[in-house]
C-alpha cells in the first residue's frame, strides 16, 4: 500500500491545530491534521460533563487572527458554556472549510525521524501510517486523563465516568446518588452543578483547593455592540498582560499598603468576574511568602462566610498551598452547596477510600452505595499527552527518554534531537500558562513564520542546538524559581498524587509570562534563528 506523503503532518484538531492548519495552508503547505476524537475541539470535544465552561472571558478567548469571524460570532455570556464553545469551534471549522484535510478517529502511536530521508513517519493505533517532513503537536496541555489507583475501579456496576472522557449521550444524575472524587477545576464545576437535582452528592476531597467567584451573566445587546466595537482593544489588552488575560497585576506590593488598603482591594477583586483575585492582584502575592499568606487569609474568612458549619468550612480550606499557587478554579455558590441537605463532604485525609465495590465505594470507615461515580481525578499535564505517543527523534532516541529528567526545550517549541518536530502546547512555552488561545496564536504565527523563512530559502531540517535549548531551559528553571508555585505539588509542577512516579516536581510552565516569552521568540525571528541549526 502507497504511505500519503505530506508537507506537514499535525497532532490533534483542538484549537492550536484547527488554527496550524489554516495557516499551513495558507503558507502553500500540503497538511494532515490527525485527530484521536470523531470530531474537532479538542479540549472541547472531550470534557462534556455537566457544568463545564470557560473561566476567562469569552471574547478574549475566541480566535483574532479573522475580522470575519469575530464580526459573525456572538457569545451569548461573558464566560460560555461548552455546548457554545464547541458550537463556535464548529463554526471556525466550517468557515475556514478546514474537516477536509482532517482525519478524525486516528489516534497517532508513534512518530519516528528517518535521518536519510529527512522525512517523519507517523503511525495510526489502527495500523495506517502517513509521512512528512514537518510534525507539529498540538496536544493540549490537560488532554491525557488519569485514573486514581484504587483497587477494584474496574468493579463498579454503574457508570464510572472521568470528566475528561464524558460521553456524547446524556448521563442521568437527577435523582440519583452521586460521588464526585476530586474537588480541582473540573471537580469543582460539576460539583456545583450535579448539586442542584442529585437525589444525593458525596464529595470525596483529598486536599482542598483554593477557589474565587466566577460572577458569571449573559451579555445584552448593549454589550455585545460594545464587545464587537471593542475587539483590537480587547485583543492589545492581552498582549500586555502576564498570562494574555484581560486582567493584570497592580504594579503595587500587597506589603507596601495598609490593611486597610489591601482589603479593600481584595474586596473588590473577589466581587469581580474572572481571573482578577489571581491575575490582577498585587505583584507580590505569587513571590512573597507573607503577601500570599494574607492573601490566604482573606480568602479562607471568605470560605468561613459561606459555609454555614465551621468545622466543614475548615475542611474547604487549605493548608498545603496558599492561594493562586495552584490553578484557581472559579465558581458560582460552590461553596453554598455544602449547605445543602443533600451534599455531604468525605474528607479522605480522615478516612481514605479503600476500594471501589460493585455496588459504591469503601473508606476506611464506612461503605456507600452509588448510582453514579465521577472521576474528577485530573490530567496527566503537559508532557503525558507527549508521553503516551513514542516519538523518536535522528539518534533512536525518544522524547520520553530525552526528557526523563525533566523537558528540555529551546523556546519550548523545538527539542535538539527532533527536527522539524514543533510542541505548540508543550513544556516551556507561554501557552501552558495562559489564556491559552492568545498564547497558542502567537506560537502558530511563529512557527508558521519560521517555515515561510525556511521554504523562501530552501532549508529543509530545522533542529534547535543542545546550547541554545540548555541556555532556554536554564531561563525557564530560572523563571519558575522566584515563583511560589515552583515550591507546591500541583499539575504546575508536575505532580499527580493519581499516579504511581508522579510526585517529583519538574518545571513544565514558562512562568516568566507571555509578553516576555513572545519578545524573545520576535528577537529570534527578527535575527535570523540563531540557536536553530538550518541546513
Not at 122 to 132: I, K, Q, T
Not at 367 to 379: E, K, P, Q, S
Not at 516 to 535: I, K, N, S, T
Amino acid at each position: 500500500m502507497e504511505i500519503a506523503q505530506y508537507d506537514a503532518i499535525i497532532i490533534g484538531a483542538g484549537i492550536s491545530g484547527m488554527y496550524q492548519l489554516h495557516r499551513l495552508r495558507g503558507l502553500g503547505l500540503s497538511a494532515r491534521v490527525f485527530e484521536a476524537g470523531d470530531d474537532l475541539g479538542g479540549t472541547w470535544y472531550w470534557n462534556r460533563y455537566p457544568g463545564c465552561r470557560f473561566d476567562s472571558e469569552s471574547y478574549s478567548y475566541g480566535y483574532s487572527f479573522s475580522d470575519d469571524i469575530l464580526r459573525e460570532w456572538d457569545w451569548s455570556e461573558h464566560f460560555a458554556a461548552q455546548p457554545e464553545t464547541l458550537r463556535y469551534l464548529e463554526f471556525v471549522a466550517a468557515k475556514l472549510d478546514l474537516r477536509r484535510d482532517i482525519q478524525f478517529g486516528s489516534r497517532v502511536e508513534s512518530a519516528a525521524y528517518d535521518e536519510e530521508a529527512n522525512l517523519w513517519e507517523v503511525l495510526l493505533a489502527d495500523g495506517r501510517s502517513a509521512r512528512s517532513r514537518i510534525v507539529i503537536t498540538a496536544i493540549g496541555a490537560l488532554s491525557t486523563p488519569v485514573l486514581p489507583a484504587i483497587e477494584g475501579i474496574q468493579s463498579f456496576r454503574g457508570p464510572a465516568i472521568h470528566t475528561g472522557l464524558w460521553p456524547r449521550e446524556p448521563v442521568e444524575y437527577a435523582g440519583r446518588r452521586v460521588a464526585v472524587i476530586g474537588t480541582g477545576a473540573s471537580g469543582v464545576q460539576v460539583i456545583q452543578e450535579m448539586a442542584k437535582v442529585a437525589a444525593h452528592l458525596t464529595v470525596f476531597q483529598r486536599t482542598p483547593n483554593w477557589c474565587a467567584p466566577l460572577h458569571n451573566s449573559p451579555i445584552d445587546a448593549e454589550s455585545q455592540r460594545r464587545i464587537h466595537a471593542s475587539y483590537p482593544e480587547i485583543f492589545a489588552r492581552c498582549r500586555e498582560t502576564f498570562g494574555q488575560f484581560l486582567h493584570d497585576s497592580d504594579r503595587r506590593n500587597a506589603l507596601d499598603l495598609s490593611p486597610e488598603e489591601r482589603e479593600a482591594v481584595w474586596e473588590q477583586l473577589y466581587a469581580e468576574p474572572g481571573f482578577g483575585i489571581w491575575m490582577a492582584n498585587f505583584r507580590d502575592v505569587l513571590v512573597s511568602e507573607e503577601a500570599n499568606r494574607l492573601l490566604s487569609n482573606f480568602v479562607a474568612r471568605k470560605i468561613r462566610e459561606r459555609v454555614n458549619d465551621p468545622a466543614l468550612a475548615e475542611k474547604l480550606i487549605p493548608t498545603d498551598h496558599g492561594f493562586g499557587t495552584r490553578r484557581v478554579p472559579l465558581e458560582t455558590n460552590y461553596y453554598e452547596v455544602y449547605n445543602q441537605e443533600n451534599v455531604r463532604l468525605v474528607d479522605l485525609r480522615d478516612s481514605p477510600i479503600q476500594r471501589i465495590t460493585p455496588d459504591g465505594i469503601q473508606t476506611a470507615a464506612e461503605d456507600f452505595a452509588f448510582d453514579l461515580i465521577v472521576f474528577a481525578t485530573g490530567f496527566d499535564a503537559v508532557t503525558g499527552a507527549f508521553d503516551r505517543i513514542e516519538f523518536r527523534g535522528a539518534a533512536g532516541q525518544t522524547l520520553k527518554e530525552a526528557w526523563a529528567d525533566g523537558p528540555r526545550t529551546y523556546l519550548g517549541l523545538q527539542v535538539p534531537g527532533f527536527p522539524n518536530l514543533f510542541t505548540l502546547v508543550g513544556p516551556h512555552n507561554s501557552a501552558t500558562f495562559c489564556n491559552i488561545p492568545r498564547c497558542i496564536e502567537q506560537n502558530v504565527d511563529w512557527v508558521s513564520g519560521l517555515l515561510a523563512y525556511a521554504k523562501e530559502r530552501g532549508i529543509t531540517r530545522i533542529e534547535a542546538s543542545e546550547k541554545a535549548a540548555d541556555e532556554w531551559t536554564e531561563h525557564v528553571h530560572a523563571a519558575a524559581g522566584r515563583m511560589l508555585f515552583s515550591k507546591v505539588n500541583s499539575w504546575f509542577t508536575g505532580v499527580n498524587r493519581n499516579q504511581p512516579g508522579h510526585d517529583q516536581r519538574r518545571v513544565l510552565l514558562y512562568a516568566g509570562g507571555a509578553p516576555a516569552h513572545r519578545q524573545r521568540c520576535d528577537e529570534v525571528a527578527r535575527d535570523g534563528y540563531p540557536g536553530f541549526l538550518l541546513r
